[in-house]
């Protein structure tokens, strides 16, 4: 890809970041439902931790067909990309997380109308994540920083993935490795 990373780092700017443990069971009445339809005005990254999570994407203007999501796969959103979730398994869902961000301007990379399935085996992201809440939780002046420069080894990991094959597709998804 012929862009400067570096730019898009003075760009993006990450917002409200979700984590929780131990899901509530008010998931398991919605086993087997598919959920209304999900829609962010952000980029949106988003964790599947467990087994038995199906999903549908609308990148244009048909919904892709129904697709399982394995345990540590992670999705990447655009804005305005909408897409369901359906938990056949909710009892095994323990922990919930995701995190939205913004990309002043236009951008090779992260284009209008991606969407985008990651593989993470050897579990780098979610670390970074849980970090990422604790930090904006606790609000530390210098923890602002610290947030930016996860954010931003975040990107870099997407964007590493990218480059490392697959097509982003929920059949040939991009690998997160060290």
Same mark, same amino acid.
């Given at each position: 890809?012929?862009?400067?990373?570096?730019?898009?780092?003075?760009?993006?700017?990450?917002g409200?970041? #979700?984590? #929780?443990?131990?899901?509530?069971n008010?998931?398991?009445?919605?086993a087997?439902?598919?959920?209304?339809?999900i829609? #962010?005005?952000?980029?949106? %990254?988003?964790?599947?931790? %467990?087994?038995?999570?199906?999903?549908?994407?609308?990148?244009?203007?048909?919904?892709?067909?129904p697709?399982?999501?394995? @345990?540590?796969?992670? +999705?990447?959103?655009? @804005?305005?990309?909408?897409? /369901?979730e359906?938990?056949?398994?909710?009892?095994? #869902? +323990?922990?919930d997380?995701?995190?939205h961000?913004?990309?002043e301007?236009?951008? @090779? %990379?992260?284009?209008?109308?991606?969407?985008?399935?990651?593989?993470?085996?050897?579990?780098?992201?979610?670390?970074?994540?849980r970090y990422?809440?604790?930090?904006?939780?606790?609000?530390e002046?210098?923890?602002?920083?610290v947030? +930016?420069?996860?954010f931003?080894?975040? /990107?870099?990991?997407?964007?590493?993935?990218?480059?490392?094959?697959?097509?982003g597709?929920?059949?040939? @998804?991009?690998?997160?490795?060290?």
């Open positions: 890809m012929a862009y400067n990373f570096l730019q898009l780092t003075e760009r993006a700017r990450l409200l970041v #979700q984590y #929780q443990a131990r899901i509530p008010t998931s398991r009445r919605m087997g439902a598919w959920s209304n339809p829609r #962010q005005d952000t980029w949106t %990254f988003d964790f599947c931790g %467990f087994e038995g999570m199906w999903c549908r994407v609308r990148t244009k203007a048909d919904w892709s067909a697709f399982r999501r394995p @345990p540590g796969a992670w +999705h990447l959103y655009a @804005p305005g990309v909408q897409y /369901l359906r938990l056949d398994r909710p009892e095994l #869902q +323990h922990e997380m995701w995190f961000f913004t990309v301007r236009r951008n @090779p %990379f992260f284009r209008e109308g991606l969407f985008a399935a990651l593989a993470d085996p050897e579990d780098l992201i979610a670390p970074r994540v990422l809440y604790g930090l904006q939780q606790r609000g002046p210098a923890g602002a920083l947030a +930016h420069g996860l931003v080894s975040i /990107l870099g990991e997407i964007a590493a993935a990218a480059s490392r094959g697959g097509d597709s929920y059949k040939r @998804p991009w690998s997160i490795r060290s």
